[in-house]
């Protein structure tokens, strides 16, 4: 009798649904994993089965409502290995902004009647609830990171990390660097590699979607932001964005914030 074939879910929390895109976007190779694995829970594939044991679970999305809070709980017990993938899922995502704001005040000035709407105060990721194995960053997620870390537990080895900085990347494709060549405002210095160095690449700055790089140096380039013109508030937006809710982006943010508040004599 065949072995049975390890099974795989794909979880849903908050958020735009892209990083599952980018899992549907592999095509054939969705199609060759599909071979490998049993798919029992993927709402955006098909099947539906969202409290099924399984052997890899797959999180996209941040923790934003009281129900996501105890789903994910679930999750965690019905999971060997947990996987988180996306910014969404490992800094809270865009939607951590409201961290830094009057969350509770914005929905009373969008919606009619806020009352009906039960969101926490807070978006976070999801290790902010439940151990997790690994994280996959970047918004959306890199399909070939997936991919890998998928092959890796199939043969119970641990995933491979990306570790270098977005410039490393820039420098192995001959890139010409844009902070350098265009003075643009250029996150690769402090960002995560894993997307290729997309952005430099086509000519434009990288905006730190895939999140901090190892031992990010959030100083030294705040002070070169600055250098090619950009107000205290402006350096502090460039880490504040997608991956506000990291602690090195944050820590870096609230630093430029005060500058604006303390400006130097
Ligand atoms: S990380 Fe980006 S692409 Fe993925 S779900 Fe969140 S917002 Fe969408
Ligand atoms: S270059 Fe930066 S913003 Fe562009 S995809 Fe890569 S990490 Fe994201």
């Given at each position: ?183 643009l405002p ?19 700055d ?19 932001l600055?250098?090619l013109?950009l ?35």
């Amino acid at each position: 009798m065949a072995a049975a074939k390890p099974r795989l879910a794909v979880h849903k929390f908050s958020s735009c649904d892209g990083c599952q895109l980018a899992f549907l976007n592999l095509g054939e190779d969705l199609l060759r994993l599909a071979e490998l694995v049993e798919i029992v829970h993927f709402a955006e594939a098909g099947p539906v089965d969202p409290d099924a044991v399984v052997d890899i679970a797959f999180v996209e999305g941040s923790v934003s409502t009281p129900e996501d809070e105890e789903r994910i709980q679930k999750i965690r017990k019905n999971s060997r290995h947990l996987i988180s993938i996306g910014a969404c899922a490992t800094a809270g995502g865009l939607q951590a902004l409201r961290n830094l704001a009057d969350g509770p005040g914005w929905i009373a000035e969008i919606y009619a009647q806020p009352e009906h709407i039960h969101s926490l105060a807070t978006s976070t990721p999801i290790a902010a609830h439940v151990p997790v194995d690994l994280e996959l960053w970047g918004c959306p997620v890199n399909g070939r990171q997936v991919l890998g870390a998928v092959r890796a537990l199939l043969f119970e080895v641990v995933p491979a990390l990306e570790k270098d900085k977005v410039c490393l990347e820039c420098k192995r494709h001959q890139a010409v660097c844009v902070l350098v060549a265009k003075g643009l405002p250029c996150m690769g210095p402090v960002t995560l590699t894993g997307c290729g160095a997309l952005c430099p690449r086509f000519g434009r700055d990288c905006y730190a979607c895939y999140g901090p790089a190892e031992n990010p140096n959030a100083t030294a380039l705040g002070r070169r932001l600055e250098g090619l013109g950009l107000v205290p508030e402006a350096v502090a937006r460039r880490f504040l964005f997608i991956n506000s809710g990291a602690p090195a982006f944050a820590e870096a943010g609230r630093h430029w914030r005060e500058q604006v508040h303390d400006p130097k004599p």
